[in-house]
């Protein structure tokens, strides 16, 4: 990871000359186009996500209570929100291979509005279903959105670029349960609205955000940092040949060329002029790796079916699978523990889960590039900070689960509550360190990568919902706890031994 500087932070960016990527994440520099396209993905995101989740911070009392739904209703409508998201996210993998990230990234969000614009007119638990089940398509938006950033950043940075998109577009399970309930409650206080009617009006104002966002992505941002999506193999190639013509620069900028070498160990030895220090056969390397092969189902299910893609399938279902699951109960579970919380304060109390991913998710992305950077470029460094992140959430899950801290058991709110965020640190961290690796494993076909991953993290969403909904009738939650902990820690032990990079790839590195 080059040096940081707090400048990079609005500068525009040193891009590396073969791929065009980006060096460093101009966060605070929208007007730059990298910066502008790291805007769009982690905003788009969050915006996807909070409209994802919109039910839950108000289906514990209110829409519950309007609907007449029981609590296994509830439990079954949890797991079905993240059905259709998971068979989504295996379709837009191979979608972000042959359109591009940010089409696809737009389409979801406008497809998604439907569902967002009809969910006011909910009136029975079967409709509650359908509603959520078609919600589920905004989750699949995490794919394009990963996608996009691995396309812009350079591999010295994308973990953490990754990340910070990743974390801070997680987050919008956070904002859903801070901003619903406000809403919600304002409508009722302030405009006289009835509970029945307030919380479908609620539904306009992130059908709205989704609509600017996703008309700001269409019309202010490039496919790719060479241009077009299908004109990005050729345009990286220009550059490659254009580089190996160059072996000395005048003060005029007259440029000459130098394809005459004494043998080709000289050639690609040589130090490319205007290449930022790269050797011809390292910029060869960075356009071998930057080629994204058209997807056919053949080569996909080969890519699906390696040990590498496995590893990641089992870790991310285990981080943001489990957080999927406990993002759509945590209210629930306060409530359950300590009757005194009304919907409102125990819906804040879970939203912090959801905004530590402004900082957790980051972290693990942060961590794994700095491992792999300072340890010579040894990944197995960075597969190992996923490993240790999903046994240390396992363990801590375990420990809640067994705990579980409550007002009958003399226990406060802030216990809980500092148990639930100590084990968010590891358990979405885990997140961002995944995504870290994610962008060096079969690059040719990085967008089936993520999206397999992403789906493999829905699966884990539905597994550990199903969990949740029969331990106990769906109130067993300090059980599927501890239950949850342990399939964490029996999963990434299983799948610890794996080496990082499949045998002989090419690229990655």
């Known amino acids: 990871m080059p040096r940081f500087s707090f400048s990079s932070l609005w500068a525009?960016?040193?891009v590396c000359p073969v791929s065009k990527k980006a060096r460093s994440i101009p966060v605070l520099n929208p007007v730059n186009a990298y910066g502008r396209v790291f805007f769009f993905s982690w905003m788009g995101f969050m915006l996807a996500f909070w409209a994802w989740y919109t039910f839950p911070p108000l289906l514990t009392v209110t829409i519950k209570k309007d609907l007449h739904l029981t609590d296994a209703q509830v439990a079954n409508s949890n797991i079905v929100s993240l059905v259709a998201t998971l068979l989504l996210r295996f379709a837009t993998g191979p979608l972000c291979d042959q359109f591009g990230a940010r089409r696809v990234f737009v389409a979801l969000l406008l497809l998604g509005?439907?569902?967002?614009?009809?969910?006011?007119?909910v009136r029975s638990a079967n409709g509650l279903y359908v509603s959520r089940f078609f919600l589920g398509v905004l989750g699949a938006s995490f794919v394009p959105c990963q996608v996009w950033c691995t396309g812009f950043f350079d591999r010295t940075v994308v973990g953490t670029a990754n990340a910070l998109a990743g974390g801070w577009g997680n987050a919008g399970g956070g904002v859903t349960y801070f901003i619903m309930p406000a809403v919600f409650d304002s409508l009722v206080a302030r405009q006289g609205l009835s509970p029945s009617t307030a919380w479908r009006v609620t539904f306009v104002v992130p059908l709205v955000c989704l609509l600017a966002c996703a008309l700001g992505m269409a019309l202010l941002c490039e496919d790719a940092p060479v241009g077009r999506w299908s004109d990005r193999e050729e345009r990286i190639q220009e550059n490659l040949r254009v580089l190996s013509m160059r072996a000395s620069s005048t003060d005029t900028g007259i440029m000459t060329p130098?394809?005459?070498?004494?043998?080709?160990?000289?050639?690609?030895?040589?130090?490319?002029?205007?290449?930022?220090?790269?050797?011809?056969?390292?910029?060869?390397?960075?356009a071998q790796g930057e080629v994204v092969a058209k997807p056919l189902l053949k080569d996909s299910f080969a890519i699906l079916l390696s040990p590498q893609t496995l590893f990641h399938v089992a870790t991310y279902a285990c981080s943001f699978g489990g957080e999927l699951a406990i993002n759509a109960i945590?209210?629930?579970?306060?409530?359950?523990?300590?009757?005194?919380?009304?919907?409102?304060?125990?819906?804040?109390?879970?939203?912090?889960?959801?905004?530590?991913?402004?900082?957790?998710?980051?972290?693990?992305?942060?961590?794994?590039?700095?491992?792999?950077?300072?340890?010579?470029?040894?990944?197995?460094?960075?597969?190992?900070?996923?490993?240790?992140?999903?046994?240390?959430?396992?363990?801590?899950?375990?420990?809640?689960?067994?705990?579980?801290?409550?007002?009958?058991?003399?226990?406060?709110i802030g216990t809980m509550v500092g148990l639930v965020t100590l084990m968010a640190i590891f358990h979405e961290a885990g997140n961002g360190a995944n995504f870290a690796l994610v962008p060096h494993v079969h690059p040719a076909?990085?967008?089936?990568?993520?999206?397999?991953?992403?789906a493999g993290g829905n699966l884990g969403g539905v597994v550990f919902a199903i969990v949740f909904r029969f331990m106990d009738g769906g109130k067993g939650y300090a059980k599927a706890f501890w239950?949850?902990?342990v399939m964490h820690i029996v999963l990434n032990l299983a799948v610890c031994w794996i080496a990082p990079l499949p045998k002989g790839q090419v690229g990655g590195r």
């Open 12 to 14: 525009a960016p040193e």
């Open 113 to 121: 509005c439907l569902p967002v614009g009809l969910a006011p007119l």
């Open 258 to 286: 130098t394809d005459t070498y004494s043998s080709d160990e000289e050639k690609s030895a040589k130090i490319l002029v205007g290449a930022g220090g790269l050797t011809y056969q390292q910029a060869v390397e960075i």
């Open 330 to 412: 945590l209210s629930s579970y306060y409530k359950l523990n300590f009757p005194h919380l009304n919907q409102t304060t125990a819906s804040n109390c879970a939203a912090i889960f959801g905004f530590l991913n402004m900082v957790t998710r980051p972290l693990g992305g942060v961590v794994s590039d700095v491992l792999y950077t300072r340890g010579r470029r040894n990944l197995w460094l960075k597969k190992g900070w996923i490993t240790t992140c999903g046994l240390l959430t396992g363990a801590l899950l375990v420990v809640i689960g067994r705990l579980d801290p409550s007002s009958a058991h003399g226990a406060s």
């Open 445 to 454: 076909a990085n967008g089936v990568v993520s999206g397999v991953t992403g």
């Open 483 to 485: 239950v949850i902990g």
